[in-house]
Structures are given as structure tokens and as C-alpha cells.
């Protein structure tokens, strides 16, 4: 019996998520990611869900957030104004087989 290796992007495409499109669960100030000379999100979100713009704007989509905290956790400047956990039937349904 053979088993077969599944990649972290395909695991994590398995995953079903209900997007709460009237609240944002997190939010960030683009003022303050801007001045962030690390931004440590970039590199510990593990849905890449921060991206840098061309302009080296921070750009965030909380569609998609594995409600891990990293980077709340990451972030010691404070960009990160709001983290909570979706409002009740929103986020993510983790669905592992
Ligand atoms: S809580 Fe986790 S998955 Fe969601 S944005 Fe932060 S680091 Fe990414």
C-alpha cells in the first residue's frame, strides 16, 4: 500500500472558509506596516495572506486565515489594530480527510 504525499498548499486548498464580508476579523494600519522595516508577517503567515504591493504598501486579505495568531504574535509594532476570531458560522472549517 502505497501512501501519498500531499504538499502544504494542497493541504491547506481542502480547507473551507466562509468569509464574513461585513467585519473583518483583523485589520491592519498601512501607516505603521510601512514604517516596519522586518515585517515579520510577510515571512510567518502561513497562508501568505501579506503581500507587499509594488509600491511597498503592505497588503493584507483576511479571506483565508487559518486563525493561527502568528501574526499577532510576530508584529511588535502594534500594525496589527484589530485580531479576533470570526464572528459564530464564520472563518475556517479545517478539513483534513
Ligand atoms: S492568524 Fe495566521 S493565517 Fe491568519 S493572517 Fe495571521 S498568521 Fe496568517
Redesign the pocket.
Known amino acids: 500500500m502505497s501512501i501519498k504525499k500531499i504538499t502544504a498548499p494542497e493541504l491547506l486548498s481542502l480547507n473551507k472558509f466562509i468569509v464574513d464580508e461585513d467585519e473583518p476579523h ?1 485589520e491592519i494600519d498601512k501607516e505603521i506596516c510601512g514604517k516596519c522595516v522586518e515585517k515579520p ?1 510577510l515571512y ?7 503581500t507587499l504591493e509594488k509600491s511597498g504598501a503592505m497588503s ?1 486579505d ?1 479571506a ?9 504574535v ?1 508584529c511588535k509594532n502594534k500594525g496589527i489594530v484589530k ?1 479576533v476570531y470570526p464572528r459564530g458560522t464564520f472563518g475556517v472549517a479545517f478539513r483534513f480527510g
Open positions: 483583523i508577517c510567518a503567515c502561513p497562508a501568505a495572506l501579506y493584507f483576511y483565508g486565515c487559518l486563525e493561527c495568531g502568528t501574526c499577532r510576530v485580531w
